[in-house]
Structure formats: structure tokens, C-alpha cells
């Protein structure tokens, strides 16, 4: 039978043990927390990439209080499309990446073939427009 000394000395070690496994936790949650938000941040971007190549426009063009008041208009329609039930954050992150692959156009190893030399985008010279921009 141990004595209270061991009993005592077992009890302290388990202590011990507790604080170090709480520390762990503490930095495992606050590790969770910057993956979340991380996630949360690529998914805002997705959405926002989404509606940008949607309606065909530039970020600069686009009248957020317009779109604001269209969302609050369409929200039901929209959340009965686009929300599905919580998930955790690993699933959403799965679904984002699944959901970036399947946007991504094909590659085929091949140039895309121009046939009219008027279909080239137009070369930005960074310097000329660092000239002109009023800083």
C-alpha cells in the first residue's frame, strides 16, 4: 500500500502534467484560431473573385452599396442556394480548395492560339504608368 508521501508526490506530478496539457491546448486553439481566419480570409476572396468574374467587372467599378442592397433584396433566394449546413472549418477549407480546382480553366500544355493580333491584351508598361500616377 503506498504511503501519502508517494500518494502526495503521484498527486503533484498529475498537476504537473494538467498545467502542461493545458498550455498545449491553449496553443493548439490559438493555432486553430489563425487557421480559421486564414481560411475564413481565402474564402471572402474566393467569393469576392466570384462576383468580380460573375458581373464581369473590375474591383474599381464595382458600387458596394448597389450590390450591398441587391444582396439584402436576394438574401433568402441566395441563402437558400449558396448556405448548406455548418461545417467545420477543415470541411470548408476542403470545399474552398475543391472549388478553386474546379474554377480553374484547363490547361492543356499548348499556348492559346491568337488569330488576330488585335485579341492581344495590352502590354502595361509599369515605369510610363509610374510617371503618370499622381501620387
Known amino acids: 500500500m503506498p504511503t501519502v508521501s508517494e500518494i502526495d508526490g503521484k498527486l503533484d506530478e498529475l498537476k504537473r502534467q494538467a498545467a502542461a496539457l493545458k498550455e498545449q491546448r491553449k496553443v493548439a486553439a490559438a493555432k486553430e484560431r489563425e487557421q480559421a481566419r486564414k481560411w475564413k480570409a481565402a474564402t471572402l476572396a474566393a467569393i469576392g473573385e466570384t462576383v468580380l468574374k460573375t458581373l464581369g467587372a473590375d474591383w474599381t467599378a464595382i458600387d458596394l452599396e448597389g450590390l450591398q442592397g441587391w444582396l439584402a433584396e436576394s438574401?433568402?433566394?441566395i441563402r437558400l442556394m449558396?448556405?448548406?449546413?455548418?461545417?467545420?472549418?477543415?470541411?470548408?477549407?476542403?470545399a474552398l480548395d475543391a472549388f478553386k480546382r474546379s474554377s480553374k480553366p484547363k490547361r492543356t500544355g499548348k499556348p492559346?492560339?491568337?488569330?488576330?493580333?488585335?485579341?492581344?491584351?495590352?502590354?502595361i508598361d509599369m515605369a510610363e504608368d509610374e510617371k503618370q500616377a499622381d501620387w
Open 82 to 94: 449558396a448556405v448548406t449546413d455548418t461545417r467545420t472549418p477543415v470541411e470548408a477549407k476542403e
Open 112 to 123: 492559346d492560339a491568337v488569330d488576330d493580333v488585335t485579341e492581344m491584351p495590352e502590354t
Open 75 to 77: 438574401a433568402e433566394d
